[in-house]
């Protein structure tokens, strides 16, 4: 309430009026959960189908005596134990299977304290299948979620606000990761997990969590992308558009939804009397229509340059049509060239 008297949040009991969805109750997600009901947040929702083990005991939530536990009943348990005013819902299932999507879509749209639709979703799941089972979902609900992980090397990890339409899904373009300056190869080893440390964890666990309470309380900024790397406490930060030839066709829907939402807005008034000269700069002449913008937005397509400090997981395959019309462009290049000209090519090589 402290946040409410100095000024920084509005009202702040409009928490208990939250639902939020969490995925995966990991080292992540664990923390996540913890932290959201210390702040009093009205419902959480879990999903998870791990049980708990002894290596499970670094993620600062966890206890040896819940060994053997589903995770999303032992988290319950604990959160329960630390705030009973918070409403718990454990759903112990994997999401990307067909009939549990269907309930799990179901749960996403049903599943506030007024049976309507939760107001944010929070995936700390650890695979990408989970990933694009919770992305298509939003889309199709229109749900606006935040995305998070963890290297596996334990010492980067990120955060992602998803808007439906307004901002990049995670279908538009390859994730995008931290780049920790590591050869990717030396991780893999056989007979060797991926590393986890209670430290990265809980400082992404945090960001994740701040910038929830940003967005449902609307106060200070969310960030579009932010990333972390312990080896030199870099916080990258970018903003990606939606790709316009996205493979998930709910996205592209979003996004037309969202361009003639747009263009049905009542634009600004013109100058009043009332108004100040001096408040609108205006210019005359403007022959090439160029504007000002501010530089921590990233005008982006599907071809975008990340901001430094982040790269894609993976390249994304090219369109065939795109292969096409360049094997095109080549053989007429190439059929344009005089016989006697390919024959000195030939001589030369």
């Known amino acids: 309430m402290a946040l409410k ?6 009202n702040y009991e409009e928490i208990r009026n939250f639902t939020i ?36 005991m670094n993620r600062l939530f966890f206890q040896p005596n819940q060994s053997g536990q589903h995770k999303v009943d032992a988290a319950r348990e604990t959160l329960q134990f630390i705030n009973p005013d918070v409403q718990i819902d454990a759903n112990n299932y994997n999401i990307t299977t067909m009939d549990n999507f269907d309930h799990f879509m179901k749960t996403l749209r049903t599943g506030n304290l007024q049976n309507g639709p939760v107001d944010l979703v929070l995936s700390c799941v650890d695979n990408f299948e989970a990933r694009m089972a919770i992305n298509t979902a939003c889309n199709e609900l229109k749900q606006t979620w935040f995305e998070s992980g963890v290297s596996e090397n334990a010492v980067s990890g990120h955060i992602q606000y998803i808007e439906p339409g307004v901002t990049a899904c995670f279908a538009c373009a390859p994730p995008l990761i931290v780049a920790s300056n590591i050869d990717e190869r030396t991780l893999k080893k056989e007979g060797v997990c991926a590393a986890s440390l209670p430290t990265t964890m809980g400082i992404i666990a945090g960001l994740l969590v701040q910038n929830a309470l940003k967005y449902l309380l609307k106060f200070g900024d969310v960030s579009n992308y932010l990333g972390y790397n312990a080896l030199n406490d870099f916080f990258p930060r970018m903003t990606m558009k939606p790709n316009p030839n996205c493979d998930d066709s709910y996205c592209c829907r979003r996004q037309n939804e969202y361009i003639i939402q747009q263009r049905n807005q009542p634009t600004l008034s013109t100058k009043t009397d009332d108004d100040n000269d001096e408040s609108i700069i205006q210019h005359e002449d403007n022959e090439w229509n160029i504007s000002v913008v501010s530089e921590s937005i990233v005008e982006s397509d599907h071809n975008i340059n990340v901001a430094e400090g982040i790269r894609y997981a993976y390249e994304k395959p090219k369109d065939e049509n795109e292969s096409m019309k360049t094997s095109d462009q080549t053989t007429t290049t190439t059929s344009n060239v005089s016989l ?5 090519q030939m001589k030369n090589l």
Not at 44 to 53: A, M
Not at 340 to 344: A, D, G, I, P, S
């Open 5 to 10: 008297r100095m000024g920084i949040v509005r």
């Open 21 to 56: 969805a969490i995925i995966g109750i990991g080292g992540v997600g664990s923390v996540t959960a913890e932290m959201l009901t210390r702040c009093g947040v009205g419902k959480l929702i879990l999903f998870d189908y791990d049980k708990v083990e002894l290596a499970n």
């Open 340 to 344: 006697e000209e390919l024959m000195k």
